[in-house]
């Protein structure tokens, strides 16, 4: 993007949510229709997909904040937009409520809800126009799959895990049934079918890509030495599982055994404050009277005692 040329078209205000025809609520994706309609997804407070024209003029929006799962309509953030050019359907992805709504802008009704919760997480989605299949990223950690779903039944086609140790944030489809995705340390993966064809290590300027993978990648550039040491770390757990899971446990024993300590000793600590301050209560409520006695008690014993031994 050259920064000395203004954008054609800025959709909502500046400094300002909303879910107004001019608002917008942490929009988090855009995609273009055959006629040139722009939806955007609007997105991790707003809950809706809202429609305008190629001038930018509002035209509609689609959908409500909720959190009623299996609902058409109801959304608990929009993450993600694909358009079936095929068919001519808006494919939005929720990761609060993890499922997929399919969305006819000519009608305005949401035809399908599909059920995601079996990927736990879903970060991104994209149509294959060759494969007639929608492509979705699922990331849970470092853990990330790409799936290819009916987009008519929902059913899995296919499934695959990518990246590695690498968190994958984008997803793109090019032709030849190949998958581009973009991970979160500014690299490039190419997938056709379960085979990664070519790997760009982030060096340099990212060119001639979706304007979508610029959204989502942060500035390109060789991974920092955390990321280094968090790939170490899980390369390291994934060979040897056992001595992980000693690991975890050894860990979680000792915070137990701190916390134990602790409240041991302030309940010790309370108990203790407890009796001496018995102690000085009862102190303090004897009279002189019983005082005195307990004092010639104290005499007559110790008379007794000397008699006894002839003192």
Do not use: W
């Amino acid at each position: 993007i050259n920064s000395s040329v203004s954008p054609r078209l800025t959709f909502g205000t500046e400094r300002t949510r909303g879910n107004g025809t001019t608002t917008l609520c942490q929009p988090t994706s855009a995609v273009v229709d055959n006629q040139g309609s722009i939806y955007i997804g609007d997105g991790l407070c707003g809950g809706r997909v809202v429609r305008f024209a190629a001038d930018g003029t509002y035209l509609a929006s689609y959908g409500t904040k909720g959190f009623t799962r299996e609902t058409p309509g109801v959304f608990g953030e929009v993450t993600g937009l694909a358009y079936d050019s095929r068919r001519d359907l808006i494919l939005a992805i929720d990761n609060t409520l993890l499922q997929l709504q399919v969305l006819d802008p000519t009608t305005g009704q949401f035809l399908r809800v599909f059920d995601l919760r079996k990927y736990l997480s879903v970060d991104a989605v994209a149509y294959s126009l060759e494969m007639d299949a929608v492509v979705i990223l699922a990331c849970y950690g470092l853990e990330c799959q790409v799936a290819v779903i009916h987009p008519l039944t929902g059913v899995e086609l296919a499934v695959t895990g990518v990246g590695g140790t690498r968190r994958m944030t984008a997803l793109t489809v090019l032709p030849n049934n190949t998958v581009l995705l973009g991970s979160q340390g500014g690299e490039l993966l190419y997938y056709q079918g379960r085979q990664v064809t070519s790997v760009e290590d982030g060096k340099g300027e990212l060119k001639d890509v979706s304007p979508l993978i610029h959204y989502y990648l942060p500035r390109p550039g060789s991974l920092n030495q955390t990321n280094e040491e968090q790939r170490a770390l899980v390369g390291f757990v994934k060979e040897h599982p056992l001595l992980g899971l000693a690991l975890l446990a050894g860990v979680l024993g000792g915070v137990v055994g701190l916390l134990v300590m602790v409240v041991v000793r302030r309940r010790r600590r309370r108990a203790e404050r407890g009796g001496e301050y018995q102690t000085l209560q009862g102190s303090d409520s004897d009279s002189e009277e019983n005082v005195v006695y307990r004092s010639e008690e104290r005499r007559r014993q110790t008379s007794a005692r000397q008699e006894t031994l002839g003192l």
